[in-house]
Each structure stands twice: as C-alpha cells, then as structure tokens.
C-alpha cells in the first residue's frame, strides 16, 4: 500500500467513525492538462475518490480537464466570481489578481523540489495562503507541484542566455516572465496554454518553455527539436476553491474537503516527481535533442536574469524578498 493510500484510509476511517451525515451537492472542479495521464488529473481523481467516499456520494466532483471551462486566467476569474467551484491550476496566472505571488518567480530560487515544499508548506506559505485568501476571496487548500521550468524550441540548441536572443517564446501572462525572456534577449509572447502546440506547429512561436511531464503530455516533442533543462523557475500547482461556497458547505462537508486537498497535494507531488524524471528520458526517446546545462552554463543564465530582482521586488515588496529568500536559506539548511 502507497503512502498516499495509508494517508486516504486513515482520514476515511478517522471520518466515517464520527457517524455525520451531509447533504447532497455537487462540486465543479476544472483545470487545463490533459484528462489521461496527467499528474493533475491523477491528483484531481484523487480528491474526488476520497470525497466521495468519504460522504457517502452525498458530494460528488464533477472534474473537467483540458481547460473544458476556460484556460487558466478564465479558470481562476470562474472561482472568484463563484460560476466554478474549485479549479487545479498553476499559480503562473496569479499575478493579475494577486501580484504577491511572484515572489516565487526568482530565478532558481528553489535548489530542489524538497526544499520547495518545505517553504511552501511552512510559515512563509501560509503567510501566502492568507493574503490571497484576503485580497481575493480565493482559498487556496494546498500547493502542488508543477515542476521545474525547462526551454524547448524548433531552432537550435540553447546552451546560454544568447542563444536565446531573438527567439519567440511562449510565456504565460505573467509579468515577471515576460522580463526574464527579456533579460537573455527573447521575444516574449503570451500564448493560452490550450493553443500552444498550435502556435508552434504553425511558427507563430519558436519555443516555450515548461516542465517536461507537460512537455511529453502536450505531446510539444512532435513540433520541437531541442530541450533545455535548466529550471529556471520553480512553479507551484495550487488546488483552489471560492471560500464563500466553502463556507456556504456544512462543517462536515468542509472537513472532508481540507482532509481530500491533502490526498490532492500527496498525490500531485509525488507524480510531478516521477513524471517530470520519466518525462526528460521520454523527450530523449522521442528524438529530442536534450542539453541539460553545466555549473558554468548555470551561472551564466543566473548572471543574465539577475535584472529580474528589482522588478519583483517593486512588485511585491523588498520584505516579502527577503522573507522568501531566508525561508529558501532555512529550507536548505
């Protein structure tokens, strides 16, 4: 028995012996990535499975994948003006309602995906958690992972900023990414996830750039040639609900909810690991040209994307800066 599944029937018994009842409901919960395979959807099956059990099918989760009911941006509005329940998405989107979130956009902030959680999970992260909840009426029920960012595109090897220089890459809507492109002398262009595999078939784009479980699920290694695994940035999956129709559910309901966003986080984590190391050897096995770049090349890309730091910190605070960064330090000690 996996740990994920001790931690699902310990929460089912603990639960269940407490003999509650709950009231029939249904719950929508949408996210972008594809509906076979994906982490998020294993994760979001997950959270399902447990919820439902757990109340009898009294509350049932309806998932739409594959961006079903709107891409990210429009996933996030539908659960702040309340026509979506929940939605799974990366918190890449944020920063149009809650700029603070870029904080966690430095450039190789996170050393490792351990450390990541440690931050996310401890006091920093929760210090985040409520902001959002403040600012947004959004509550966020637990951090995920979307894994380390790597660059592919259909031009040439990139081993160094200046490879870079010229090239159209796919960003997400997110300011502190566009600069960063900008930093190593690319053409940022803001694409919708779910038209990004076009864009690149038909060269509207040169690259993109993503972790590479989404790289081989989006099936990218069929319109690109060459990867770069550098993780340049670190980007969290976040599972999201509206806090006033969380609220609205009866206490019950909401502890079976906290208790499923647990096995969701659990869950996502642990497939973002082994779907991101599967991912790279996959891309290789596909004919994919695969540079994963050297100590020096590293400091080089870290050297051109030092610009970044004082646009985040006149986004979000020089405190909140330095707060992340002493986590990080603290995470890694």
């Given at each position: 028995m996996t740990m994920i599944k001790k931690l699902m029937l310990t929460l089912l018994v603990v639960l269940l012996s407490t003999g509650v009842t709950f009231a029939k409901t249904e719950?929508?919960?949408?996210?972008?990535?594809?509906?076979?395979?994906?982490?998020?959807?294993?994760?979001?099956?997950?959270?399902?499975?447990?919820v439902e059990a757990a109340t009898n099918n009294e509350v049932i989760v309806n998932i739409f994948p594959n961006n079903q009911l709107g891409n990210e941006r429009e996933m996030l509005e539908g659960v702040q003006m309340g026509t979506v329940e929940m939605t799974a998405i990366t918190t890449g989107t944020f920063p149009t309602i809650f700029p603070e979130i870029m904080v966690l956009d430095l450039p190789y902030l996170f050393s490792s995906s351990e450390v990541a959680w440690k931050v996310l999970d401890g006091s920093f992260g929760d210090k985040l958690s409520k902001s959002f909840l403040d600012k947004t009426g959004i509550n966020l029920l637990a951090f995920g992972e979307n894994g380390y960012r790597n660059f592919t595109n259909s031009v040439k090897a990139i081993k160094t900023p200046a490879d870079l220089k010229g090239m159209k890459i796919r960003t997400m809507e997110n300011p502190i990414h566009l600069e960063m492109m900008r930093s190593m002398g690319a053409i940022p262009t803001p694409i919708p996830y779910g038209e990004l595999y076009t864009a690149m078939a038909q060269g509207v784009v040169d690259g993109q750039e993503n972790p590479n479980s989404l790289i081989k699920a989006s099936k990218f290694y069929e319109v690109q040639k060459y990867v770069t695994a550098d993780g340049h940035i670190y980007t969290p999956h976040a599972l999201l609900i509206s806090d006033s129709y969380l609220q609205g559910l009866s206490?019950?309901?909401?502890?079976?909810?906290?208790?499923?966003?647990?096995?969701?986080?659990?869950?996502?984590?642990?497939?973002?690991?082994?779907?991101?190391?599967?991912?790279?050897?996959?891309?290789?096995?596909?004919?994919?040209?695969?540079?994963?770049?050297?100590?020096?090349e590293l400091q080089q890309f870290r050297s051109a994307t030092s610009a970044v730091l004082p646009m985040i910190e006149k986004e979000v605070g020089k405190d909140l800066v330095q707060e992340a960064l002493a986590a990080t330090k603290k995470a890694e000690q």
């Amino acid at each position: 028995m996996t740990m994920i599944k001790k931690l699902m029937l310990t929460l089912l018994v603990v639960l269940l012996s407490t003999g509650v009842t709950f009231a029939k409901t249904e719950i929508k919960l949408a996210h972008s990535a594809p509906p076979i395979g994906d982490k998020t959807q294993i994760a979001c099956q997950a959270f399902k499975t447990y919820v439902e059990a757990a109340t009898n099918n009294e509350v049932i989760v309806n998932i739409f994948p594959n961006n079903q009911l709107g891409n990210e941006r429009e996933m996030l509005e539908g659960v702040q003006m309340g026509t979506v329940e929940m939605t799974a998405i990366t918190t890449g989107t944020f920063p149009t309602i809650f700029p603070e979130i870029m904080v966690l956009d430095l450039p190789y902030l996170f050393s490792s995906s351990e450390v990541a959680w440690k931050v996310l999970d401890g006091s920093f992260g929760d210090k985040l958690s409520k902001s959002f909840l403040d600012k947004t009426g959004i509550n966020l029920l637990a951090f995920g992972e979307n894994g380390y960012r790597n660059f592919t595109n259909s031009v040439k090897a990139i081993k160094t900023p200046a490879d870079l220089k010229g090239m159209k890459i796919r960003t997400m809507e997110n300011p502190i990414h566009l600069e960063m492109m900008r930093s190593m002398g690319a053409i940022p262009t803001p694409i919708p996830y779910g038209e990004l595999y076009t864009a690149m078939a038909q060269g509207v784009v040169d690259g993109q750039e993503n972790p590479n479980s989404l790289i081989k699920a989006s099936k990218f290694y069929e319109v690109q040639k060459y990867v770069t695994a550098d993780g340049h940035i670190y980007t969290p999956h976040a599972l999201l609900i509206s806090d006033s129709y969380l609220q609205g559910l009866s206490k019950d309901v909401q502890k079976v909810i906290l208790a499923g966003a647990k096995i969701w986080q659990s869950t996502h984590r642990e497939h973002s690991v082994k779907q991101n190391n599967e991912g790279l050897e996959f891309l290789k096995s596909a004919g994919m040209n695969v540079h994963i770049i050297n100590e020096e090349e590293l400091q080089q890309f870290r050297s051109a994307t030092s610009a970044v730091l004082p646009m985040i910190e006149k986004e979000v605070g020089k405190d909140l800066v330095q707060e992340a960064l002493a986590a990080t330090k603290k995470a890694e000690q």
